[in-house]
Every structure is written in structure tokens, then in C-alpha cells.
């Protein structure tokens, strides 16, 4: 029972992902998006949905709402460092990897942790090792890995475990 609510979950949010991006109410290309989201919520459902935990698709919605506006603050000011060091080449840099733990569970969650790193100019994912992101930072501004993660991910990750 459980997995079929799950797949009609999957479904509706697919069929309203449909509607949106088509913008049409003509009953043949309902059909079709009804039909598409079908056969595409069979193969991901167990993914695209959680089996325990918050379901709620308006919080989770909500959530990821929230954590725009923050990622886009935080890419913004990223953007401006660089641009600084790029066109004043005295600024001084230092590069190195670093590894952030993060208490997020699922592989999509830490994906879209390390994606949203990489999208932040100055950082660059490199790996994901079990709950370990290896960051590459262009300048390291600390060795303490609480204050690493506090300054590169811990904005993201409170965020995103409402999201995930």
C-alpha cells in the first residue's frame, strides 16, 4: 500500500510539473502528460519519494523555497570574491581540499549539497565519500573543520534537510 501511495505521490508531481511547463489544458496533451508521468514515476518513485519521514510535498516545497534566496546570496557574494582576486592578483590565495562531514542522509541530498558547493564560485566538489564532501577551496581561510563547514556548507544543509 505503501508503495503505491508513494507512486501516485511521484505521479501527481510529475503531472503538475507537466502542466506547468506545457501551460495547455487541451484534453490530448493532458492525456499525453498523464501518460509520460505515469510510466516515469514507475521507474522512479522509490527515489523520487521517501518511505518514512516528510512527505509533505508543500513543506518540502516551502523548504526549497527558502533555501533560493540563500543560495542565491551566497553565489552572488561568492561571485564578487573571485571577481575581487581576479582583478586585483595582490589578494592573497590559499588553495587546498578540505573534508566536510554532513549529517544529510540520502545520496540525493548530499548531491544536491555538493552541487550547490560547486555552483558557488571559489569551491568545487571533488569527491563524495560516504558522509564526507572533499572540497576544493580556493582560499582556505581556516583548519578548524567547524568553521570550515560553518563558511561553506552549514547554510545549505539546515536548509536542505527540510527539502530531502
Known amino acids: ?3 503505491l501511495k508513494r507512486y501516485f505521490f511521484t505521479t501527481a508531481v510529475y503531472f503538475l510539473f507537466w ?26 518513485y522509490q527515489s523520487f519519494s521517501r518511505e518514512k519521514g516528510n512527505n509533505n510535498i508543500l513543506s518540502r516545497f516551502l523548504a526549497f523555497f527558502k533555501y533560493l534566496p540563500v543560495f542565491l546570496w551566497e553565489m552572488i557574494k561568492a561571485n564578487f570574491d573571485v571577481a575581487r582576486r581576479v582583478i586585483d592578483p595582490s589578494l592573497p590565495i590559499n588553495p587546498g581540499i578540505i573534508e566536510i562531514k554532513t549529517k544529510l542522509k540520502s545520496d540525493q541530498a548530499k548531491l544536491f549539497l555538493a552541487n550547490s558547493i560547486t555552483l558557488t564560485p571559489g569551491t568545487l566538489t571533488v569527491d563524495i565519500i560516504d ?24 547554510k545549505f544543509e539546515r536548509l536542505l534537510e527540510g527539502v530531502f
Not at 490530448?28 to 501518460?35: D, R
Not at 572533499?134 to 563558511?151: A, F, R
Open 1 to 3: 500500500m505503501q508503495k
Open 19 to 44: 502542466l506547468a511547463y506545457t501551460s495547455s489544458l487541451v484534453r490530448s496533451e493532458m492525456m499525453a502528460g498523464l501518460i509520460i508521468s505515469l510510466i516515469l514515476s514507475y521507474f522512479t
Open 131 to 154: 558522509d564526507s564532501l572533499y572540497i576544493h577551496w580556493i582560499d582556505v581561510k581556516t583548519e578548524d573543520p567547524g568553521e570550515q563547514k560553518k563558511i561553506i556548507s552549514e
